[in-house]
Structure formats: C-alpha cells, structure tokens
T-cell receptor, first 114, second 113 residues
Framework: AAGVIQSPRHLIKEKRETATLKCYPIPRHDTVYWYQQGPGQDPQFLISFYEKMQSDKGSIPDRFSAQQFSDYHSELNMSSLELGDSALYFC?????????????FGPGTRLTVT | DQQVKQNSPSLSVQEGRISILNCDYTNSMFDYFLWYKKYPAEGPTFLISISSIKDKNEDGRFTVFLNKSAKHLSLHIVPSQPGDSAVYFCAASPIQGAQKLVFGQGTRLTINP
C-alpha cells in the first residue's frame, strides 16, 4: 500500500539559510500534519491542513510557514534557520472520510543545521 | 506541561511473555487514544487505537485497555516477539477530525530472546 512520502530524507543547512520540506500524503487523504521531533523528545505538532486550508496550529515558529497544494501535497518552508531547528520533521496524513484520528506518518526528514 | 505521560523510559521483556506499556493523560477532552511503534530512522507506525466510549480494543497480539476514571491506558503485547523491540508512543486526540495528536515521551521496549 502507498505510504506518506517525504523529501528530502536528509538535509544539511547552515545557520540563517532556508529549507523546504515536502510531503506527499497517502492517496485520497485530505489532511496533512507536520510534527517536529527533537533528539530524545516526543513528536511535537507544528501545523495541519485540511482541504488546502490551515486547520490547526501548534508551536510553529513565525520563521516557518507551510501550505497544502491542490494535489494535497504539502510543503514546510523554514527560514533564518537556527541550530535549534535541527530535528526530525515528520509529515502525517489522514482522511476525514475514515477514522481520521488515525494519522499515518512518513519516514521523516532529518534536518541538520550547522 | 506534558498532557500525555509515559513514565517508563524503557522496558525489557523475555520473548514469549507479555509486554505491558503504560500511559497516563491529564486532559479530559481527549477522546481518542492511539499507540504508535517507531524504529530508528523511520516514522511512527500506527498500531492500535481506542475511542473513549470503549474500555478495550483488541487486534491480534495487541490489546489496548482504557480506564477513563483513572485517565490511564495500557498496551498489552502477547506473546512478545523480538521484532516488537522498538520505541512505543502513546498519543491522544481531542475529538475526531483534523486534530493534532499529543504524544507521550515514548517507552523503549526490548524483547530478549
């Protein structure tokens, strides 16, 4: 079965640079979520989109922005990167037509800021 | 403020025995609870969930129990297998819909042969 696809899998950036992470949800899933997992921490919710509209917002810095496109893929844009942004970034998707509380996660993008 | 807590960072169990992972929550608004399994360098994999209107849900070797009055849930794995060795996250969601998941800190389960 098709899963959530994230690209790139690994990304190395320098401080103050920008990064763009991409997420392709499971086909026919209409909702996308972004989570950040720091070293030794639990995943923390950043932001979510339903039908291309922002549906919920968590502890996402103002330097970050995200959107969901007409094909339901989503991009997380991160600017003025800081060392503390180094983390695993997970995208998850779900369908409100199904048990929407079941979110399916991608493999993650490991961002390292040097 | 950790709304979902997994107080055991690690657990070691003999192969074939029962593994019991525990989770406590503080927010009464949580309606759905999920367990995810995570291997290194992979995303969390959905295992099993339970709605707050139930007290038990079973799927093969995995059973989740919910005690709403105690705000406690547990995941039972029986019999435990070496492939079950992973980090297990408990997560909670307020209501059905496009809602964020709130995760616990995770418990690293090791199954010894």
């Amino acid at each position: 079965a098709a899963g959530v696809i994230q690209s790139p899998r690994h990304l190395i950036k320098e401080k103050r640079e920008t990064a763009t992470l991409k997420c392709y949800p499971i086909p026919r899933h209409d909702t996308v979520y972004w989570y950040q997992q720091g070293p030794g921490q639990d995943p923390q919710f950043l932001i979510s989109f339903y039908e291309k509209m922002q549906s919920d917002k968590g502890s996402i810095p103002d330097r970050f922005s995200a959107q969901q496109f007409s094909d339901y893929h989503s991009e997380l844009n991160m600017s003025s990167l800081e060392l503390g942004d180094s983390a695993l970034y997970f995208c998850a998707s779900s369908s409100l037509a199904g048990p929407s509380y079941e979110q399916y996660f991608g493999p993650g993008t490991r961002l390292t800021v040097t | 403020d950790q709304q979902v807590k997994q107080n055991s960072p690690s657990l070691s169990v003999q192969e074939g025995r029962i593994s019991i992972l525990n989770c406590d929550y503080t927010n009464s608004m949580f309606d759905y609870f999920l367990w995810y399994k995570k291997y290194p360098a992979e995303g969390p994999t959905f295992l099993i969930s339970i709605s707050s209107i139930k007290d038990k849900n079973e799927d093969g070797r995995f059973t989740v129990f919910l005690n709403k009055s105690a705000k406690h849930l547990s995941l039972h794995i029986v019999p435990s297998q070496p492939g079950d060795s992973a980090v297990y996250f408990c997560a909670a969601s307020p209501i059905q819909g496009a809602q964020k998941l709130v995760f616990g800190q995770g418990t690293r389960l090791t199954i010894n042969p």
